[in-house]
């Protein structure tokens, strides 16, 4: 946080420094440190109404000082050597009452209009619930009945310092939420254990969700191309690994992606019947496991513990295969292990717990069991 606050003031130096000398420079790194005018309509009123009430700031901000420092040169000892002598004045006390409660008037009346079109909760043409999960988010296209987690896809070498950091650092997902342009959308937007808050910057939108809670917001965008938020509510050891990126593109593109999506969605269906082998498993594991759970147990296996218990010689990892498949099942009651059972397809579910029970020397000192995807099947029906 320090670092960042001593960039922040290096960067007003520098701007100050570069105004003296080259003004247009300077106007560019200013248009930086500004609030984004976006790329909806209620973006542009928000940065309107924003520019509309700094620029009453720095008028009343003169005004003020203007006067103060006129006194404190204009009423010297020295110029005035006999003070004068007067009482207060109820015009000047009912004018200074008077003239502020206006303007805050004046800032109010746009300031309604901008919150009214906000606020505006009505359906839209297309409805997304977005989830919040430590660490990732999840989309729900209710129309369409699609849904997918979006999580942080950054290089790990590049979050350890082993490479160099790339363009968008901490900004990349494998999966972007994808919408199309000019359409109304709204969001629905929840958690699922903690506070978080969706933010994208360049729609004005950024809205808590909160468990057991629905908040609302909508956006109706008028241009293509990628655009990047964040979490911005304290969530927890991976807050700030759990960007936002939203792909707007043309209708026809969007229709196209709806259908392979679904297209996905039938042969992940078809996959659980397949007969699957040890290795195949074991190689789709690692990468689910690199995706989910290696913040938390690390690629070594080795956890952070007691919080995020290692895997690499665990007792359930090695020995008891059901209890294995329980704890991703239903996750692990006042811990921080949650339940994958709706994060993850049968497939990918019985994949990475293949792989941690065969990583890390766990299949040679182990029982070697491992899981297939129509285990899961059977242990999602119903208990009689």
């Not at 500004?34 to 309509?41: A, C, D, K, L």
């Not at 009505?122 to 990732?136: A, H, L, R, S």
């Amino acid at each position: 946080m320090f670092q960042r606050l001593k960039n922040n003031y290096r960067t007003i130096f520098y701007s100050l420094l570069t105004a003296s000398f080259y003004p247009a420079k300077a106007f560019a790194q200013w248009d930086n440190m500004n609030m984004r005018e976006g790329v909806t309509q209620v973006s542009r009123d928000v940065f309107e109404l924003h520019m509309l009430i700094f620029y009453i700031c720095v008028a009343i901000g003169t005004l003020v000082f203007g006067v103060m420092f006129f006194s404190l040169f204009r009423y010297t000892k020295k110029r005035n050597p006999v003070p004068a002598t007067f009482h207060e004045s109820t015009k000047l006390e009912f004018a200074w009452t008077l003239v502020p409660f206006l303007i805050l008037v004046a800032m109010a009346v746009p300031a309604s209009k901008t919150l009214q079109d906000i606020y505006q909760d009505e359906e839209g043409e297309i409805n997304i619930q977005v989830v919040g999960y430590q660490w990732k988010w999840e989309y729900k296209y209710l129309e369409d009945d699609i849904n997918f987690f979006s999580n942080l896809s950054t290089d790990q070498d590049e979050i350890y310092n082993l490479v160099p950091k790339g363009e968008n650092y901490l900004l990349e997902v494998d999966e972007p939420l994808i919408i199309p342009v000019n359409t109304r959308v709204r969001f629905l937007i929840t958690a699922n254990d903690v506070i978080h808050s969706w933010w994208v910057p360049d729609f004005a939108i950024k809205q808590d969700a909160i468990p057991g809670f629905i908040n609302t917001a909508w956006t109706k965008v008028e241009e293509p191309g990628i655009y990047r938020g964040n979490c911005t509510e304290l969530c927890g050891k991976n807050h700030g690994f759990m960007p936002v990126v939203v792909k707007v593109v043309e209708q026809e593109e969007y229709d196209n992606w709806i259908i392979s999506k679904k297209n996905e969605a039938i042969k992940l269906a078809e996959l659980t019947e397949k007969e699957w082998s040890l290795a195949e498993l074991t190689s789709r594991g690692e990468g689910v496991y690199e995706k989910n759970c290696v913040a938390c147990h690390q690629a070594s296996g080795q956890g952070m513990p007691p919080i995020f218990p290692a895997l690499a010689g665990s007792e359930i990892a090695l020995y008891d295969k059901s209890r294995h498949l329980e704890i991703l099942m239903e996750g692990v009651q006042g811990a921080a292990m949650q339940s994958y059972a709706n994060q993850l397809s049968e497939v990918d579910m019985a994949a990475v717990i293949t792989y941690t029970r065969q990583a890390w020397g766990n299949a040679e000192n182990g029982d070697g069991a491992y899981v297939v995807p129509k285990d899961i099947v059977e242990y999602k029906k119903p208990k009689i």
